[in-house]
């Protein structure tokens, strides 16, 4: 067996495996809003991390 | 006296200013926000943006109705008892302040667990543990910090919109595919006519087959999949006997799937799998670009995204319940408070009723009424609390009844043929009597290739390049009128626009700023006394006419009167020293009124002597004049006003010579007279903006909302407009018009490209390569040349 069928099969895994994770991103809704996340991140979170810890515990969100 | 502007909202804070924290506020709400934020480590707020804020309104039993669980059922998005998830509309969202600080909701109450602001829909979609903290105090707290939600009836009905990404797996399906093709097309170009026949290279003839099936096994999702859209669309053209430009494209598609499923399997040739899955990749593009949303704006809005979700019900036994808007039932009592809508309706039993029939008539003025009274759905009640007990059910009011006309129920885009369908059946038929006359001129001189000859034809003219100009042109215009604050609902709007031939105008709020902020004096002179004691008179007084006059009279100083006296629907008196004013209508003043007069006026006499009176006028936009004289050279116009004649002397002089003047006209007359003009072959723009207006938008072959602010809401339409672009709206059909052209230059480009490829085909000398080149690059050039045209089109418009 030639070793091109091994590189085909290795470059058509590698870019499938990119087009599933493109359509999992959509699915998730990444693309939907294309602005906010943009803002997010410039945000400072120190201000998050100092916090104290004696905050009631809120369960966590099951649909996320 | 140097101004400051308040540190929260930014605005004036004119002379009350309320100093905390050695800052300056306008109002207490202002403070208190800022109260709020500082005492909860948020003041990071105000280093994000300054002057982000707004002011709290009062809200006093507004969100009553979010007791009820019912209600709390429907709006929510997730609710298992103890965690609900809620998406929330907040108009007020504009900057990343605001961003940052509904995302911090948690630290202001420990019992949001999340928030997530999608900021293009001005929307936030919060967590919460409904356990301690109810849907209605969590709505209470966020119109405490100035970011009050807009729930109405519209969020009650239709809950879960699915959102529909289709496009954008088709478009990765398509260029993840074309991508991994033109790689495996790679041996063939490089090795054109080498085959192992003739001795080429071993090692591509060896594995060529592999190379073709796996192509092949790449296109078959791109062309079942991707490409469905074009072989429906074709489907129904045919049908309805309609030779629409997807017809050629469907052929095209077919055509090359099969040659080149031929070719591969008795090994012919490559085939053109290069091409196939780049005509379906570029075409889907073209449809991407052409469908930009504005997802902060809807076109789509009808009585129910201005109705509440509930009111207030009177039972039999006096008591007050919050009841749901569509179960209220004929022979109800509501108790409708200020500021409220009145949603079904009505008689009015007990209160004084101001109402605000803007919504319905576009009558600038709102409407006294008296007990006994009819009142009408759609109204706004401008006082005190006031009961009516109603005649119909919801559906079935006055204003709402407009929407049950079959106008609503109509899509305009069905029965609008675009451009490049238009053109679509006369290439479709030329393309076939090409390949039919090539077919039979090879079967005769060389039959073994008159099959080639024929495919070749079909695959080499279809139209994708022509099939691209139109979005791409619309598409970078409607971006373009974006820009300049001009939101087009989609492309198709854009071709319409351009054909337009009459335009039609509402009069209130549409060619007239919404403030009444112009008056004139009428009457004897005041004395300086005397307008100081009117400036401070009516500056207690909360009255919207008091408010305006008092914005527009000079400066006085504060003085504090010895007597003030609201008389509710008929004026306010004031006294200082020994002077007395009194301010309000005719009868209350002592002045019998003798001529008829139609424009609102406000009465003052001082001392028991009438002096005069102020006489409110439509305040026109600027630059109406001009517009209007520029249109009317090629656009027959016409006004259409739910008001009075009160203005009519003043229109004519604004307006040219000649211009037809329709007033009190209901919004069904609108709507009617769109349709006679329509059957009598006119195109017609409507320009309007209120829900009075809204089926003579949806009738029209284009509607245009005018706002002065386009976060709030507009009626149904095409387009929404600035109010302050108004005087623009010519140069914006002007360049319309010539987006039309520049799609026309680009088929002829496109053109041109077809012809060089045709030789290529009709002397069945088409190579795939030929094909591979020749069909991005026509694609190409016609992408940039729309580009360039469209931007330097832009670039015209002021």
């Known amino acids: 067996m030639s070793v091109i069928y091994v590189l085909l099969a290795i470059s058509i895994v590698v870019a499938v495996i990119f087009f599933i994770a493109f359509i999992i991103s959509v699915k998730n809704g990444q693309y939907d809003d294309s602005y906010t996340p943009s803002v997010r991140m410039l945000f400072e979170d120190e201000l998050v991390v100092e916090k104290p810890s004696e905050e009631i515990e809120i369960e966590k969100n099951p649909t996320k | 006296m140097d101004t400051s502007n308040c540190y929260h909202c930014g605005d004036d804070c004119g002379k009350k200013v309320i100093q905390f924290d050695e800052k300056d506020f306008c109002c207490n709400g202002c403070k208190t926000v800022y109260e709020i934020f500082s005492t909860n480590d948020l003041s990071y707020y105000y280093d994000l ?21 019912a209600i709390v059922e429907k709006l929510t998005e997730f609710n298992d008892g103890n965690l609900q998830i809620v998406n929330l509309y907040i108009p007020h969202i504009h900057c990343s302040s605001c961003i940052w600080v509904l995302e911090n909701l948690n630290k202001l109450n420990p019992f949001v667990s999340n928030s997530q602001v999608d900021f293009p829909k001005k929307t936030v979609r919060i967590s919460y543990n409904s356990s301690s903290l109810s849907l209605k105090e969590l709505v209470l707290l966020l119109a405490r910090i100035g970011y009050e939600p807009y729930i109405s009836l519209d969020d009650y009905d239709n809950k879960k919109k699915s959102v529909d990404r289709s496009l954008i797996y088709k478009l990765g399906v398509a260029g993840f595919a074309f991508g991994n093709v033109m790689f495996l097309s790679f041996p063939d170009y490089f090795d054109l006519s080498t085959s192992a026949s003739s001795g080429g290279e071993f090692w591509l003839n060896e594995y060529q087959r592999l190379f073709r099936w796996l192509m092949f096994g790449f296109s078959l999702p791109v062309v079942f999949y991707a490409g469905r859209d074009y072989f429906t669309s074709a489907y129904k053209g045919i049908r309805s ?64 995204s201005y109705f509440p979700i509930a009111v207030t019900r009177i039972t039999s036994e006096g008591k007050e319940e919050t009841t749901q808007v569509h179960d209220i039932k004929r022979g109800d009592r509501l108790l ?6 009145i949603p079904v309706d009505g008689i009015l039993i007990n209160g004084n009723a101001r109402i605000d029939y803007s919504f319905v008539t576009g009558e600038s003025e709102a409407v006294r009424k008296e007990s ?58 030329t393309v076939l009597s090409i390949a039919t006359i090539a077919t039979a001129f090879w079967l005769y001189y060389d039959p073994s290739k008159a099959m080639n000859v024929f495919t070749a034809v079909l695959i080499i003219a279809c139209p994708c390049a022509i099939s691209l100009a139109a979005p791409f042109t619309l598409g970078n215009m409607l971006r373009i009128f974006g820009r300049k604050k001009f939101y087009l609902k989609d492309t198709q709007t854009i071709e319409r626009l351009a054909q337009i031939d009459t335009a039609i105008f509402d009069k209130t709020g549409t060619i007239t700023t919404s403030q009444k902020s112009v ?115 090629t656009i027959k116009l016409a006004i259409l006003s739910g008001d009075n004649e009160g203005e009519k002397s003043r229109l004519e002089k604004l307006l040219p010579k000649l211009t037809p003047l329709y007033f009190n006209q209901k919004p069904e007359h ?129």
């Open chain 2, 336 to 341: 409708i408070r200020n500021e409220e809508l």
């Open chain 2, 519 to 633: 008056a004139t004096y009428e009457g004897m002179p005041l004395s300086q006394e005397e307008e100081s004691l009117l400036k401070n008179t009516i500056r207690a007084s909360n009255h919207p006419l008091s408010r305006s006059l008092y914005d527009m009279l000079s400066e006085q100083n504060i003085v504090t009167l010895d007597d003030y006296e609201e008389h509710l629907g008929k004026g306010v008196e004031g006294s200082k020293d020994n002077n007395h004013i009194k301010v309000g209508s005719a009868d209350f003043v002592g002045e019998q009124q003798s001529e008829e007069n139609l424009n609102t006026t406000v009465h003052i006499s001082s001392n028991a002597t009438y002096k005069g009176k102020y006489v409110f006028h439509n305040e026109y936009r600027k630059g109406v004049s001009k517009l209007f004289d520029e249109m009317s050279e």
């Open chain 2, 241 to 304: 006997n309609i030779l629409n430009i997807d017809v050629p494209i469907a052929l095209g598609i077919v055509v090359l799937f099969l040659r080149s499923t031929i070719d591969i399997t008795f090994d012919l040739g490559p085939g053109f799998f290069d091409s196939l899955t780049g005509l379906i990749f570029f075409l889907l593009l073209g449809k991407f670009f052409q469908q930009k949303t504005y997802s902060f704006l809807s076109f789509e809005r009808d009585y129910k």
């Open chain 2, 670 to 798: 609108k709507l009617e007279f769109i349709k006679s003009l329509q059957e009598q072959d006119k195109k017609v723009l409507m320009v309007g903006d209120g829900l009075n207006d809204a089926g003579a938008l949806a009738q029209s072959n284009v509607g245009v909302a005018i706002s002065e602010n386009v976060n709030v809401f507009s009626p149904a339409c095409d387009g929404i407009l600035d109010a302050s672009k108004f005087q623009q709206l010519y140069q914006y059909i002007i360049a319309s018009k010539k987006a039309m052209i520049i799609i026309k230059l680009s088929f002829v480009l496109s053109l041109l490209y077809n012809l060089v490829g045709l030789y290529f085909a009709v002397t069945g000398q088409l190579q795939p390569v030929i094909a591979a080149i020749l069909m991005p690059l026509s694609s190409i050039s016609v992408v940039a040349f729309t580009t360039v045209m469209t931007n330097f089109l832009g670039k015209k418009i002021k």
């Open chain 2, 372 to 429: 006994g009274d009819k009142v009408f759905a759609g109204g706004k009640q401008l006082q005190s609390a006031i009961e009516i007990e109603t005649l119909k059910s919801v559906s079935q009011s006055y204003l709402t009844q407009l929407w049950s006309n079959s106008v609503f129920q109509q899509d305009k885009s069905t029965h609008f043929q675009t451009l490049t369908d238009s053109i679509g059946k006369r290439f479709t038929i």
């Open chain 2, 49 to 69: 943006q300054s002057a982000a804020g707004a002011t709290p309104k009062a809200i006093e039993g507004k969100y009553d109705f979010l007791d009820t669980a």
